[in-house]
């Protein structure tokens, strides 16, 4: 960017919009910095606006179980000032972004199997639109049938279409009882396989999470945990303490009927957050598996039947290409990740490589009734898969874009090439 303008408060998001409307002037909204698809590239320069100081907590309203906050609160942020409530904020993307950062993206995380994604926890919103104007989408109340709804156009809308400045989202009570769980398997198909059937026989699950071999022995690296160097499922149940007890039981039933062993339950709360940090670690655990590398992360999702298939083949193309590229993913949701790891000693070999392997990945994706992310977004990096995903439909994207943005200043060169 030409510049960044840290503002406080949507007022001054509205003045700086203004001032980029009249000059034409690029504006690139930035949270936390944690997006993966070059989502804050400054590709025609112009002004960075960081709502990473817009960080207030505005209201709770426990009986009605939501929260509206400014779009720097970050998810760590806002479940301990929600810890005396009794409610708690599911969503949890590995890294500690922003409820702006989520929200523009449309994450999700590791609980979106029982909880949903942003696009089914947002009520309302606040947004500077491309003008400065200052508008409200939806409203608190849990349902509405009242005109077009405007408030899934901008979840997802990654600042192209508007600035969001507040955020009204749903809350959940904190579970009476949790217990985690880990377990090895034999093979990655049989891990797969008790994933497909856990959520085909409708346990209420609400983490299950798949690592591969490479994932564990990175993550034992990085965060001094002693996990089997096995595909590994970590598991978490939410409920009262007989229904949690219920589940497990049918979960280890299940899953040794796909070879699964070794099951080690917890309720401590100390041993279940180390569990869950080293899961959200191994982004940084891939890194260090292979010091001097870059990380080159992608995500596709699929329909839980063609779960096993696209991991299947895909770790055929990875072994094939002799490169570590670790898999982890949000299964429960048909949703996974392949950290492809770049260089040190033949970066520019490596990266042509982990490109071939991405084009091959989605476009198993896509022809398996998937998307080409589930979580990430679109950014700059995919945009060369939405023709393929969508079809004609990018026109009505294209002509939305135009309509919202005449100018295009609103981070440009992404989702859709106007």
Request: charged share 25%; glycine share 8%.
């Amino acid at each position: 960017a030409d510049a960044v303008v840290t503002a406080r408060s949507s007022e001054e998001v509205s003045n700086i919009v203004k001032i980029c409307a009249k000059h034409k002037v690029p504006i690139i909204p930035h949270g936390t910095g944690t997006s993966l698809e070059g989502h804050l590239a400054a590709l025609r320069g112009g002004i960075c606006i960081d709502l990473s100081e817009m960080n207030n907590v505005i209201e709770v309203n426990s009986e009605d179980m939501d929260v509206t906050v400014e779009p720097g609160v970050t998810r760590k942020q806002l479940n301990e000032y929600l810890r005396d409530t009794g409610l708690f904020f599911p969503s949890d993307p590995g890294s500690d972004a922003s409820i702006g950062v989520i929200t523009a993206t449309r994450a999700s995380g590791t609980n979106a199997v029982r909880y949903g994604t942003m696009k089914d926890n947002v009520l309302r919103l606040e947004v500077v639109t491309p003008d400065g104007s200052i508008i409200e989408t939806g409203a608190r109340a849990r349902k509405s049938s009242a005109g077009y709804d405007l408030t899934r156009l901008y979840v997802g809308s990654e600042g192209t279409l508007g600035i969001i400045t507040k955020i009204t989202i749903k809350l959940f009570g904190i579970p009476e009882a949790i217990s985690s769980a880990v377990v090895n398997f034999e093979s990655l198909e049989g891990a797969i396989n008790a994933v497909i059937a856990t959520i085909q026989w409708g346990i209420p699950i609400a983490r299950i999470e798949l690592l591969d071999d490479w994932t564990i022995k990175a993550i034992n690296k990085y965060s001094k945990t002693d996990f089997s160097v096995k595909p590994t499922l970590f598991l978490e149940f939410h409920g009262s303490p007989a229904s949690v007890e219920e589940q497990a039981e049918r979960m280890g039933e299940l899953c040794t009927e796909f070879s699964g062993d070794k099951f080690k339950w917890t309720a401590n709360g100390e041993e279940r957050d180390t569990m869950w940090q080293a899961r959200h670690d191994a982004a940084l655990a891939c890194v260090a598996l292979q010091p001097g590398s870059k990380l080159f992360t992608t995500d596709v999702c699929v329909p839980i039947s063609r779960l096993a298939d696209c991991i299947l083949e895909t770790k055929i193309d990875i072994d094939q290409a002799k490169i570590v590229a670790p898999i982890v993913g949000h299964v429960g949701d048909g949703n996974f990740h392949v950290a492809l790891m770049i260089g040190p000693d033949q970066f520019d070999k490596d990266l042509e490589i982990a490109n071939q392997i991405n084009a091959k990945l989605i476009n198993r994706a896509l022809s398996m009734g998937g998307t080409c992310t589930g979580e990430h977004g679109i950014g700059q990096g995919k945009m060369e898969y939405m023709e393929a995903e969508h079809g004609p439909a990018v026109e009505i994207m294209k002509t939305l874009k135009r309509a919202l943005d005449p100018d295009d200043i609103m981070n440009p060169g992404k989702i859709v090439a106007i």
